[in-house]
């Protein structure tokens, strides 16, 4: 599985970007994003959440792009504060790969 993942915004307005391959993580890492990537029910998901309210400031926007074996690229722009909570979990596991793997 292919996934890239963009984080923009944010109090500093910065922009981080994170592609891997699933084939390149530990076992238990892919097995993990796997079963996070399908307990989202990712591909069911809507290509775009609602927008934040009014007036919203400081917040994050995602843009997260799946590509499994098998099935058409996914993707999907939210912020944190309209990612549905089912989503935050493959959020919070690419970004912490993406910070071990700039660590390395």
């Known amino acids: 599985m292919k996934i890239k993942l963009e984080r923009s915004g944010g109090i500093t307005g910065m922009t981080s970007n994170f592609s891997a391959d699933t084939d390149l993580f530990s076992p238990s890492e892919a097995d993990q994003i796997h079963q996070l990537i399908n307990d989202a029910r990712f591909f069911e998901l809507p290509e775009e959440s609602a927008p934040p309210p009014k007036g919203a400031a400081d917040y994050f926007e995602y843009v997260i ?38 660590a390395k």
């Open 65 to 102: 792009t799946v590509e499994k074996e098998g099935r058409q690229a996914h993707t999907i722009k939210t912020t944190d504060i309209t990612m549905p909570p089912k989503l935050n979990p493959v959020i919070n596991f690419l970004t912490n790969k993406q910070r071990t793997m700039s």
